[in-house]
């Protein structure tokens, strides 16, 4: 399979018609082989507009969802962003390469281990790893200009919020079937705003199937 025909036409067919028009976010997702995240037996699904299962039970978003995400952030070298659950390590990957730091934070140490070698291979450097529950834990380095939910959330924890810089930005998705909403959250004092970024429908953080790939034939 030709990937990099495949990236491209990720990039042009499904993230740009997405409203995802920042060039830093199309530039780095051009950059990133997103087949080197995926389960080897799934890779030819690697730039599909689906949610693809994870060794552990979860899902990686699809890339516009992650692209649209990281674009509400406007995030720059000058920001340190944290990251709740690295997962597959492909939003990571892409938050690496926006960011001047990335703090990637997971409950699961073996996922996380996987993502980390993916990474490390890639050269990506700027990635300090924490294995906690960030939805419910502080999480080492706050306060933070920027944080990433990769997952829906039933409500947004208190405990994220806590850890926004004055000024600092979270996207989020909230609620579940049949409707979620991404939320960009704005911190300005004690007082969060919030705006409704898209409508979707993704998995949640906590969802975990017991047999992930049975669902596809190999």
């Not at 037996?41 to 990281?70: C, F, I, S, T, W």
């Not at 926004?164 to 705003?193: H, S």
């Amino acid at each position: 399979m030709d990937f990099d025909k495949a990236r491209f036409n990720m990039v042009e067919q499904q993230v740009r018609p997405w409203d995802v028009l920042d060039f830093d976010v199309l530039d780095a997702l051009e950059e990133i082989p997103r087949e080197l995240f995926v389960n080897e037996a799934l890779q030819g699904l690697a730039y599909a507009d689906m949610e693809l299962p994870l060794a552990n039970g979860h899902k990686m978003l699809e890339p516009k969802v992650v692209a649209r995400l990281a674009q509400g952030l406007k995030l720059t070298k000058n920001d340190t962003v944290l990251e709740i659950g690295t997962g597959s390590g492909y939003a990571t990957a892409l938050l690496a390469k926006l960011a001047g730091k990335v703090v990637s934070d997971d409950l699961d140490a073996e996922q996380q281990k996987r993502a980390k070698a993916v990474l490390d291979g890639l050269s990506l450097e700027n990635i300090d790893y924490v294995q906690n529950n960030g939805l419910t834990e502080l999480s080492a380095g706050a306060p933070f200009d920027a944080i990433y939910v990769g997952g829906a959330v039933n409500i947004v924890p208190d405990v994220l919020k806590q850890q926004l810089k004055d000024g600092g930005r979270m996207v989020v998705i909230v609620g579940r079937k049949p409707v979620q909403r991404a939320l960009l959250i704005t911190r300005q004092g004690d007082t969060f705003e919030e705006k409704t970024l898209f409508d979707t429908l993704v998995a949640n953080l906590t969802d975990k199937d017991d047999h992930p790939f049975d669902s596809f034939n190999f």
